[in-house]
């Protein structure tokens, strides 16, 4: 019999966690979905479904993809809509929609490409081993990211059941920032002319977020998306130059 490890979270002992509408299955090598990231989800469907320009053939870019759960939601919800009815179905309009996720990590990106072949969406989603941007070809409609971005200082108040997560997934620095300043560094040279920058934000980081994105003079912060408490969770910004 598996021996439980004390403040094991419940989702690692169960193997999976609900995303979305979807079922992910999740252990130790994949940070657990959380309900906020579904904001991350909405943006970019709402994106896609209001941008007349990208609608036929979207290229989308997941980085950080973790257990896939972005990136598979959206390709379930563009291609499948009838899988999930709250917002109005896209596949009509766009039978050419390309996702690209990546991860550093190449335990976590088999359980991704599990879970994409548990929704259908293997044969259609191109998983790639990088750090970042490094081996990632091509340019993009919109970039998406849940980057880690828990600063040193807050690991003294975290609970012991997040601290059995990888650390890789957790850990953004000594102020919890160095994966936004690398992704919005790089993010111009992976852009088609207009793409989408969306990240998910941490607790207290729009402020300092936005104004790394303001000295490239080249993106935008179109809106920040707060949560039901009032927390930035989502920043949108736009390549203008």
């Known amino acids: 019999m598996k021996t439980i490890a ?5 989702q690692y002992i169960m193997g999976k966690q609900e995303f979305f509408g979807l079922d992910f299955m999740v252990n130790e090598n994949v940070f657990i979905p959380r309900p906020e990231t579904e904001m991350l989800v909405d943006e970019v469907v709402s994106l896609v479904q209001s941008t007349g320009c ?17 990136a598979i ?47 259908g969406v ?16 091509g340019k993009f409609d919109i970039i998406v990211s849940n980057p880690p971005y828990i600063a040193r200082y807050e690991f003294r108040d975290i609970g012991r059941e ?16 160095d994966f936004y300043r690398r992704i919005i560094k790089d993010a111009e040279s992976h852009l088609r ?35 039901r408490n009032g927390i930035g969770r989502v920043i949108m910004s736009r390549w203008i130059n």
Request: with cysteine; proline share 4%.
């Open 54 to 70: 990208m609608v036929q053939s979207p290229r989308i870019l997941d980085l950080c993809t973790g257990s896939g759960n972005i």
């Open 162 to 177: 997040v601290l059995m997560e990888p650390m890789a997934a957790l850990y953004g620095g000594e102020d919890g920032l």
């Open 193 to 227: 002319g207009g793409g989408y920058l969306i990240m998910e934000i941490g607790f207290g980081q729009a402020a300092e977020i936005r104004k790394i994105i303001d000295r490239t003079e080249s993106l935008k912060v179109l809106k920040i998306r707060k949560d």
């Open 73 to 119: 939601s959206l390709m379930v919800r563009l291609r499948s809509p009838s899988i999930l009815s709250e917002v109005e179905g896209l596949t009509k309009n766009m039978p050419d929609c390309k996702i690209v996720a990546s991860d550093i990590s190449q335990d976590t990106l088999d359980v991704a490409k599990r879970n994409a072949a548990r929704h």
């Open 122 to 137: 293997n044969d259609i989603i191109e998983f790639v081993r990088s750090d970042l941007f490094e081996n990632v070809e």
């Open 6 to 10: 004390p403040y094991t979270p419940i």
